[in-house]
Nanobody
Framework: QVQLQESGPGLVKPSQTLSLTCTVS???????????WSWIRQSPGKGLEWMGV???????YYNPTHKSRISISRDTSKNQFFLRLRSVTPDDAAVYYC?????????????WGQGTQVTVSS
């Protein structure tokens, strides 16, 4: 059973950096299989927004809208991957999800975390 769990501060001040962690169990991030790991968010009243992905070889791809502010990284020894979003504004308030892709190229999410609420407020 693959499980993903988001963690991080629920409250971030404007202009600060949002940092989230996704801890993965049941699937090894150091595997040579073509797994991929993504961050997705949903703001109030809006649909899902793809933020970016880190794939099996460490390559990252980002939503162009946020490319100047976002970074995704991983620690395969801890089976974790991370989201950093700089210079947050109230528009970045959302439920943030991490999700896995069974095979890069299929672009189908097979497991999701339960989501973590992030509020941006001073």
């Amino acid at each position: 059973q693959v499980q993903l769990q988001e963690s991080g501060p629920g409250l971030v001040k404007p202009s600060q950096t949002l940092s989230l962690t996704c801890t993965v169990s049941g699937r090894s991030m150091s595997s040579n299989l073509r797994y991929a790991w993504s961050w997705i968010r949903q703001s109030p009243g809006k649909g899902l927004e793809w933020m970016g992905v880190i794939i099996y070889d460490g390559t990252t791809y980002y939503n162009p809208t946020h490319k100047s502010r976002i970074s995704i990284s991983r620690d395969t020894s801890k089976n974790q991957f991370f989201l950093r979003l700089r210079s947050v504004t109230p528009d970045d308030a959302a439920v943030y999800y991490c999700a896995s892709i069974r095979e890069w190229g299929l672009y189908e999410y097979d497991y999701w975390g339960q989501g973590t609420q992030v509020t941006v407020s001073s």
